[in-house]
């Protein structure tokens, strides 16, 4: 009796295993709703139930007889990766090359154009400007150049214009005093510190004093107390010089007149110093 209901029991095992396995190789393994609740019956749960409920009716001594049970486990689980894993990989890999190379390709030719395009116009913008700027700095620095205000250096060059104003005002002093005893270190004086048309101007100044300085010996005296560059550009410069002089007669009755003198001078430097080329005394 035990035999025959163990023979039963073993094709009724494996019956089932078979159904298993034949479902598992038709139709994927279903995954699980949720976790710890599954949705559905697998190929790999299927022998499980067939062997606990065969073995349900077998006593405890053949139970686990059968090697029935660890076969379905590998028949689920290489139908289950090679229904899955495998397709899931190549399809994903081939469809993201697909689906992102030729878009990628397609942009960066849309953007050659473009770059092509647009940098011979900047350069272009670039050429313009700069030439713009250059013509505006040259005619800046011509205007700049030009201006007399510019020019000036006669308060920049401390050293110089210290230099043509000491100068220019020993030349004043000397060429504007006249001593009728020695008229020879007048002449002296101008040949030393006049040029140009500056030297007919002196004659025209002091030549009634030298005509009438022998018969009232005359000595006129000349001194600068102040005197101030206007302008300082180079080697050519212009002074407005104050100066006092005295006119002394040394004869019977001796008399001395004072006057106070304003007048411009322009100066020229020549050889290392500084000489008076035209004398300005304000008057038409």
């Known amino acids: 009796m035990s035999t025959t209901r163990h023979l039963v029991n073993r094709q009724r095992r494996l019956a089932t295993v078979a159904a298993a396995e034949r479902s598992a190789t038709a139709a994927p393994a279903r995954t699980p709703a949720g976790p710890g609740k599954p949705s559905g019956t697998t190929a790999k749960d299927a022998p499980d139930e ?19 049970e660890p ?25 993201g090359k697909k689906a992102s190379d030729p878009d990628g390709k397609k942009a960066a030719a849309r953007r050659l154009p473009r770059l092509r395009v647009r940098l011979p116009a900047v350069l272009c913008a670039l050429t313009v400007l700069l030439g713009a700027f250059a013509a505006w700095a040259f005619t800046s620095a011509a205007s700049l150049r030009d201006d007399p205000s510019r020019q000036n250096t006669a308060l920049t060059d401390i050293s110089r214009t210290s230099e043509v104003k000491g100068q220019i005002t020993e030349a004043v002093g000397a060429v504007f005093s006249y001593d009728y005893a020695s008229p020879a270190k007048a002449d002296s004086a101008v040949a030393k510190y006049l040029t140009g048309k500056a030297v007919q101007q002196h004659r025209d100044m002091l030549a009634e004093v030298r005509a009438q300085a022998p018969k009232q010996k005359l000595v006129l005296t000349t001194t600068v107390t102040d005197s ?3 302008m300082l ?22 008399e001395t007149t ?3 003198a304003m007048f411009a001078v322009d100066a020229v430097r020549k050889g290392g110093s500084w000489r008076i080329s035209a004398i300005d005394t304000f008057t038409r």
């Open 71 to 95: 076969d379905g486990k590998k028949a689920s689980g290489r139908d289950g990766k090679k229904a899955s894993d495998p397709d899931g990989k190549k399809a994903s890999g081939r469809d």
């Open 50 to 68: 067939a062997s606990d409920d065969a073995s349900g009716d077998l006593p405890e001594g053949t139970a686990g007889e059968s090697g029935d």
């Open 233 to 254: 550009d180079g080697d050519r410069a212009r002074l407005l010089v104050f100066a006092d002089q005295s006119n002394t007669r040394t004869g019977k009755s001796e």
């Open 258 to 260: 004072y006057a106070a």
């Open 228 to 230: 101030g560059v206007e």
